[in-house]
């Protein structure tokens, strides 16, 4: 054998051997399964985070739909500990519950009047009103919508490649009993 084959030889040799394949295996593929399992469980949570907050943002509008007396800001604070409690998850809260109605002959929105908790800037008026005029439904005149607006931040459990997400919701839900509903908030 002469010395400028011996390296390929030795190669191949060691290349063919089978015993304690299943070390180098383990070695390789572990580490990416445990990193698989934990990005599923972030993903999964994620999703999981969206849905609960969805839910909690229509039960808000659901429950101030079905008001018939006056909102006043304990009504209002009762519905972020409702939130907080739904959503399980209570970093950077925000909520914005507003009530809009529809002026058919300026075709037009106005805001009656709007509460806010947590981190957002401003209640709802008028002027702002304009900027949500493609994403509200039709309605017909002096008509009356529930707009109830939450985010939350999810913070992923695992750092898996995933940033922090603010998850927005955007619900809006007609009165059921009474097409106006006071507020003093």
Not at 50 to 72: C, Y
Request: charged residues 25%; negative net charge; proline residues 3%.
């Amino acid at each position: 054998m002469r010395i400028n084959r011996l390296p390929i030889h030795c190669s191949k040799r060691f290349l063919g051997r089978e015993n304690g394949s299943i070390s180098v295996e383990a070695a390789l593929v572990i580490p990416i399964l445990f990193w698989a399992i934990m990005a599923g469980y972030t993903f999964f949570d994620a999703y999981r985070q969206d849905a609960s907050n969805t839910k909690a943002a229509h039960t808000i509008g659901d429950l101030v739909s079905r008001e018939t007396r006056e909102i006043n800001s304990e009504y209002i604070d009762s519905m972020v500990e409702m939130f907080k409690l739904m959503v399980a998850n209570d970093t950077d809260l925000k909520i914005r519950i507003s009530l809009v109605l529809y002026d058919a002959a300026n075709d037009n929105h106005s805001v009656n009047w709007s509460a806010i908790r947590g981190e957002y800037v401003e209640k709802l008026t008028d002027d702002d009103i304009g900027l949500y005029k493609d994403l509200l439904p039709p309605m017909s005149d002096q008509n009356t919508l529930i707009l109830v607006e939450t985010s939350n931040t999810l913070v992923p459990i695992f750092s898996v490649g995933l940033d922090n997400i603010e998850l927005k919701n955007f619900i809006f839900t007609r009165p059921r009993f009474a097409n106006n509903i006071k507020a003093n908030v």
